[in-house]
């Protein structure tokens, strides 16, 4: 656990320490509902925008269904 706190601290600032925090936490939970990490986030951030922000609970990693079948995405 030692190696771990010291790696945080190039993270620079609490700010983006947090920051690095969420992107892990939202590729581990994705890897856990048996995603592929890449893949996920890829087909979501290309989506994000033209979202519906009332159905943004459609990209969770519990709730999301890829655009292209995951054969094309790889």
């Known amino acids: 656990m030692g190696i771990g ?15 690095i925090a969420n992107i ?14 890449e893949v996920y986030l890829t087909d979501v951030l290309t989506r994000i925008q033209d979202h519906p ?4 609970e459609e990209l969770l990693p ?3 269904t ?3 079948p995951l054969s094309e995405a790889a």
């Open 5 to 19: 706190r010291k790696n945080w601290l190039v993270a620079g600032s609490d700010q983006r320490g947090e920051r």
């Open 24 to 37: 892990l936490t939202i590729i581990e939970t994705a890897k856990l509902h048996g995603l592929i990490p």
């Open 53 to 56: 922000a009332d159905r943004l």
């Open 62 to 64: 519990w709730q999301w």
């Open 66 to 68: 890829p655009m292209k």
